[in-house]
């Protein structure tokens, strides 16, 4: 929406096998500060592997993962450090059930020595407010709805004040209704400037806060550009294929 | 037989409670101490390194697969050997927390495993450290799934104790053995000990049943 042409994230001939199945065959991409991608493709093309390996959830086997400059696959590099400013959010939203959902907030920025604890919870409150769950700050997750859940995970993800968001189909796994409300959510940050890597099947909620939609397919990217060169004007034919099926 | 159970009964019941408090604290040290062991030996056999993990394995499928009046013997006649002066319920004592740590790794590594492992994901995306994913989101939820198992572990425990009486140490059986030879009968005192451990037995478990349910309120 804003995007700038500073790259936050490279992917350098990025390749990753699980056994002899090349799942990832060698991508070359940027994301860049405050940019918004969504990344599309038929299921099992490789979106969640792509995704995972910007943050190290998944080794790639081969190629570089350049995130702020450095390449975080070196040996010399701990991924912990780098997935504090990577905040991700998954499609069966894994909050933590023995905690609170203002605990589950506060867990990363106590735990990780980043904030103390009375920082922490103010902050806390601020997040679950801009998501309307402060009056459930002292609940267990089994109290909130799938959508609420999704959302405590969001606001999770930015209490350590990521520099990106990485979304692994946020909203596949709610029911129908729930789904608008964590999509404006997910909008209202993209808004606010925050970088956004989102694998998604929502293509209207795609083609609206995008600044470019990558299409995988077969372990690459098959196609990419703004929403409207992808999906109005795309000649790749496996693009067209999947457009007309999904929309 | 019921009256001669009942003339048994009252007169050598001090014997019998003293065997089974015995029976209780050494089933209960054996668990107690298996979990301390039993917690590093489930981690070592879960971690990336292959000689660590591979070590585990052996002692796990060693103790696992061997009779444990084997290892009673085993430690009663091999721990002397290294100090002289050892009584014979150390003996037990060390052979029944070894035996029990192998067991009660398997429990651990089975309720660790159990978890979702979306947790450790998300942990991981948050940069928590690896000690912190362990102790502050894995182990809290996994002892929802091993506090069970442990409580049947105690119970198998209490049972097993009762191959310790070759050794005359104290526990219920060894109970059995100074009634029988003191009132020349042994079908009475037999009835007695096995009620005894059955009322122990299903009194743990009904216990552990309540224990559960607890647990898993908030789930
Ligand atoms: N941990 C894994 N082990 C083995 N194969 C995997 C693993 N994760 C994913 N795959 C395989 O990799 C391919 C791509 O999976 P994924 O990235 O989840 O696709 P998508 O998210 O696009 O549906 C699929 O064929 C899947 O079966
Ligand atoms: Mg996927």
Request: proline share 5%; net charge neutral.
């Amino acid at each position: 929406m804003q995007m700038t042409d500073k790259p936050l994230i490279e992917l350098v001939d990025l390749h990753k096998y699980f056994g002899n199945l090349e799942v990832l065959k060698g991508i070359n991409e940027t994301v860049h500060e405050k940019e918004v991608v969504s990344i599309i493709g038929p299921s099992g093309c490789g979106k969640s592997t792509l995704l995972r390996c910007m943050n190290l959830l998944e080794v790639p086997t081969r190629g570089k993962v350049i995130f702020e400059g450095v390449n975080i696959m070196d040996k010399s590099v701990d991924p912990t450090i780098h997935r504090r400013k990577m905040g991700m959010v998954f499609q069966q939203f894994n909050v933590f059930p023995h905690l609170t959902v203002l605990e589950n907030i506060t867990a990363a920025p106590i735990l990780n020595k980043v904030m103390s604890p009375e920082a922490a919870n103010k902050k806390a409150y601020e997040l679950l407010d801009t998501v309307g769950l402060a009056d459930k700050a002292k609940e267990y997750p089994q109290k909130l709805s799938g959508g609420q859940k999704q959302r405590l995970a969001i606001v999770r993800a930015m209490a350590m004040d990521p520099k990106v968001l990485l979304f692994d189909e946020p909203t596949s796994a709610l029911d129908p209704e729930m789904v608008k409300g964590v999509l404006e959510v997910i909008k209202s940050l993209a808004i606010s400037g925050m970088t956004t890597v989102i694998v998604t099947h929502e293509m209207g909620f795609a083609r609206e806060v995008s600044d470019r939609i990558w299409f995988m397919y077969d372990g690459v990217i098959a196609e990419k550009g703004t929403p409207d060169d992808v999906f109005n004007h795309t000649k790749n034919p496996r693009a067209i294929e999947f457009l007309s099926q999904i929309l | 037989m019921i009256s001669n159970i009942i003339r048994i009964w009252s007169k050598y019941w001090p014997v019998f409670m003293q065997g089974l408090w015995n029976t209780l604290w050494i089933a209960l040290v054996a668990i107690v101490m298996g979990t301390f062991f039993g917690t590093f030996i489930a981690l070592a056999k879960m971690s990336k390194n292959k000689v660590l993990s591979t070590a585990a394995t052996v002692y796990i499928e060693v103790l696992r697969g061997t009779p444990m009046l084997l290892q009673l013997y085993f430690f009663w006649v091999g721990l002397p050997y290294l100090f002289p002066s050892i009584s014979d319920l150390a003996c037990v004592l060390i052979a029944l927390c070894i035996n029990s740590s192998a067991y009660v790794a398997e429990c651990i590594r089975a309720g660790i495993q159990a978890v979702d492992p979306g947790q450790r994901e998300a942990a991981m995306s948050l940069g928590l450290t690896e000690s912190n994913i362990m102790r502050k989101i894995i182990l809290p939820q996994a002892v929802k799934n091993i506090l069970p198992a442990l409580g049947n572990e105690f119970i198998v425990m209490i049972k097993e104790t009762a191959l310790a009486s070759v050794f005359f140490i104290g526990e219920l059986m060894t109970a059995f053995k100074v009634v029988q030879s003191n009132a020349f009968l042994a079908l009475e005192p037999l009835t007695i000990v096995g009620l005894i451990y059955l009322v122990i037995t299903l009194t743990l478990s009904k216990g552990m049943k309540t224990i559960e349910r607890r647990l898993h309120a908030n789930d």
